[in-house]
Nanobody, 130 residues
Framework: QVQLVESGGGLVQAGGSLRLSCAASQRIFSNYAMGWFRQAPGKEREFVGGISRNGGDTLYADSVKGRFTISRDNAKNTVYLQMSSLKPEDTAVYYC???????????????????????WGQGTQVTVSS
């Protein structure tokens, strides 16, 4: 069982930056690929980005590419989402997720209807004001 706890959410003005963190309870954190997702009010959950087990590969949704960066520190059991040039449409609850297979995370980008992830955090609210 993997427990994930997100932090770092808050209120920020459009154009600003915010860094989210997700701490994992699993000792062997490096065994898991990680992903970030978000869900805005009245909308379905959407994939934001993912990172492979060793951090060597990342992928992003087109809506955040060039503005968001995912990284991880396996020694600290933590994955990060650096968000820059934030827009009001980035307002959502952001969730981190863990899966043994990076291919599962990748599928959430390419085939959202087939997205299945092993573990989810509780989410952290990000609000971007205009």
């Amino acid at each position: 069982q993997v427990q994930l706890v997100e932090s770092g959410g808050g209120l920020v003005q459009a154009g600003g930056s915010l860094r989210l963190s997700c701490a994992a309870s699993q000792r062997i954190f490096s065994n898991y690929a990680m992903g970030w997702f978000r869900q805005a009010p009245g909308k379905e959950r959407e994939f934001v980005g993912g990172i492979s087990r060793n951090g060597g590969d990342t992928l992003y949704a087109d809506s955040v590419k060039g503005r968001f960066t995912i990284s991880r520190d396996n020694a600290k059991n933590t994955v990060y989402l650096q968000m820059s040039s934030l827009k009001p449409e980035d307002t959502a609850v952001y969730y981190c997720a863990a899966d043994v297979f990076y291919s599962d995370v990748h599928r959430c980008l390419t085939s959202p209807s087939a997205c299945e992830i092993d573990y989810w955090g509780q989410g952290t609210q990000v609000t971007v004001s205009s």
